[in-house]
């Protein structure tokens, strides 16, 4: 699938939002301290906003070209998860440190560098940590050396660490990387702190409606719909067989179903954040494009609607019971990510779903102090400790006390 209109389509959006100081903005978007719910659209401007997707976009579809990677589930997962990311802290700049890493680390490894580089694409969500060193400026021409070194060694450590951990969730995380990320930014974290570097975590959103953000995200569902009925390939027993997966990673939908039924999946995924965000009365922002163009990503590795929903209204029913407004982004951008537990659903069943969601809602804003929001990826982070929990808590249930079925 041919995807270097959407980088066009992004900086159209971006030349119709023009702003005056556009490059002057745009330099301040890159090299500035970013972190978790920093929306750029509301600091920088939707225009700069919309041009660093863009930017970002086109160089990791590039880069992916260069190095022969072949397009797969997890790719186009890694693609539209860093595109929603690089409206709230993933930039050009701060990646390339990360890519660095991924360059060293294959020099030393007998991994191919088509899997590396992927990996640490998605893992570019530590690259606030990049950026929150170049904001030292008392250290002068130093603290470019050290956001650089610093960058370079988690893109390194990232790849191997990221096997290591997934026996832990064993799948049922979807966001494997963003719980890596999570556990490296908490270290990272404790580190600053202790030299009285440490990141405190400042919640900045717009809470204002822009035709162009909202464009943005309905474009490629509408488009993705749109190739997805040209490809003639969507029948029902297709569309059933893949809504009957149960999504555990790895699940690659890409290369196991045809391809106009998992792109039908991504857009139908996309409208449904899109879809839940509205009918709450929520805003079309920075976190709430993070969320949405993830589960357009992920619709081709693990997540369809029918394991997503019970993660999601699992967390939606707890944000109700503790008095949380759903038109706030921050909790609907975490309801939506709940969605990343979606194997558990259909694995262990709805019930479990329901309360990996609601687990997911109480642990996230706690878990994003941690790492200080040096890791964009709080919600995988969250998912990778609910997700382990439960597991070890089905596995106590069935193994040990036999209390239930598998």
């Not at 920093?38 to 919309?50: C, E, I, P, Q, R």
Request: net charge neutral; glycine share 12%; with cysteine.
């Amino acid at each position: 699938m041919n995807l270097i209109w959407i980088p066009l389509v992004l900086g159209l959006l971006a030349a119709f939002s023009l702003q005056p100081d556009l490059w002057a903005r745009l330099g301040q978007l890159w090299f500035a301290p970013a972190q978790l719910t920093h929306d750029f659209s509301k600091l920088y401007g939707v225009d700069a906003a919309l041009w660093n997707a863009s930017i970002l976009f086109a160089f990791n579809v590039l880069l992916l070209k260069i190095t022969k990677v072949e397009m797969s589930g997890f790719v186009y997962a890694t693609l539209f998860t860093v595109l929603g990311f690089s409206f709230i802290g993933i930039t050009l700049i701060n990646a390339i440190p990360l890519y660095l890493g991924a360059w060293i680390y294959d020099r030393f490894s007998e991994l191919e560098f088509t899997n590396i580089i992927v990996v640490v694409m998605m893992g570019t969500s530590l690259g606030p940590v990049v950026n929150h060193l170049l904001g030292f400026t008392d250290l002068g021409l130093w603290r470019f050396g050290l956001a650089i070194i610093s960058g370079i060694l988690c893109g390194f450590y990232l790849v191997p660490m990221t096997k290591l951990v997934y026996p832990w969730h064993n799948g049922f995380n979807l966001y494997n990387v963003g719980f890596t990320t999570g556990i490296i930014g908490m270290v990272v974290q404790v580190i600053l702190t202790t030299f009285g570097m440490g990141s405190s975590r400042v919640v900045i959103l717009n809470d204002s409606s822009h035709l162009a953000l909202d464009l943005s995200a309905w474009i490629v569902i509408g488009g993705f719909a749109l190739i997805a009925l040209l490809n003639r390939d969507i029948t029902w027993s297709a569309v059933k067989q893949l809504f009957q997966h149960g999504g555990k990673s790895p699940a690659d939908f890409w290369m196991e179903n045809p391809q106009g039924v998992v792109i039908f999946n991504m857009a139908l995924l996309g409208a449904l954040g899109m879809g839940l965000t509205l009918m709450f009365g929520g805003v079309i922002n920075g976190p709430i494009l993070a969320a949405v163009f993830s589960m357009i990503g992920f619709g081709a590795f693990g997540k369809h609607p029918m394991n997503s929903w019970a993660p999601i209204a699992g967390s939606a029913l707890m944000a109700i019971v503790l008095g949380k407004s759903l038109d706030s982004s921050g909790v609907m951008s975490v309801i939506l990510f709940t969605s990343c537990l979606a194997p558990i659903t259909l694995h262990f069943g709805i019930g479990w779903g329901i309360v990996g969601g609601a687990l997911h809602l109480l642990l996230a804003p706690v878990l994003g102090d941690v790492h200080g929001g040096l890791n964009l990826y709080n919600n995988g982070y969250t998912a990778g400790v609910v997700a382990t929990f439960l597991t070890l808590t089905a596995h106590i249930l069935r193994k040990d006390l036999k209390l239930i079925k598998k």
